[in-house]
């Protein structure tokens, strides 16, 4: 099949409530890199006006951050066939992207600082709560390493070899514990530059099937443009049950920032 036949579909959670700090940047990234592959892009947002049947025919899923009363917002849509229907896909494999809101809803609940538990979808074995205004935010550049076995070596093989690491930023009150007991979920990567889950235990995101939960944000595929590549070649892979080999693109440029921004960082630590 010629590659323009071939069509992905990305789905993206809540658009006008959930993209903060240039989440929307993690869409974009897809869909171009996709169309420079020649494949057709479609974008079908998940919101308030989808159905259960469209979050069904997405083929990678994208979700933003949001602030605590989005979130709240997100969660009464989130219920019932759609609420069903996420857990599906996401249990059988469809690759996604979710940061910061978005992976707190896929966990067990998320505690605002200010008013009632939000109870999320259960997908990630994990909880986040946010300590209060009173204490400090979590801000800054986040340089991570990618842990989660599978998908660090899926990266791996993309960058040539090379170790995956991960460069973006982050700025969230909620403090996530990832529980990997059971099996299911695990961590998606220890941090070497910045706070990552709470702060305290060195763990970044997570990684459960082909979904990737951080606190990284939108800029996060076009920092890390290699990622947005085994999000396509997977949901292809997925859809069309057949291997694919993406053709490589020319990211000299975005290459060359990261290792800049990474080299920089490491003097910080240094000192
Ligand atoms: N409301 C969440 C928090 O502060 C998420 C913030 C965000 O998505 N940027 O933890």
Known sequence: MAN?????T???LYPTLMSTYGDRGNVIVIERRAQWRGYSVRIQALDQNATAEDIKSVDVIVGGGAQDRQQEIVMRD????????????LDSGTPGVFTCGSPQLLGHYYEP????RIEGLGILDMVSVHPGDDVKRCIGNLVIEVTASRLAKELKEILGGATPYLVGFENHG????????GGKVEVLGKVIYGLGNNGEDG????FYQNAIATYSHGPLLPKNPFVADWLI???LRLKYQ???ALKPLEDKLAMKARETMFNRLKVDLAT
């Open 4 to 8: 323009q036949e071939l069509e992905l």
């Open 10 to 12: 990305i789905g993206w």
């Open 78 to 89: 989130l219920q019932g066939a759609k609420a069903d229907a996420m857990r599906e896909k």
């Open 113 to 116: 600082g200010l008013g009632k």
């Open 174 to 181: 909620g403090r996530t514990r990832v529980n990997t007991q």
């Open 203 to 206: 763990t970044e995101g997570a």
């Open 233 to 235: 070649q997977t949901a």
């Open 242 to 244: 057949q291997p694919f």
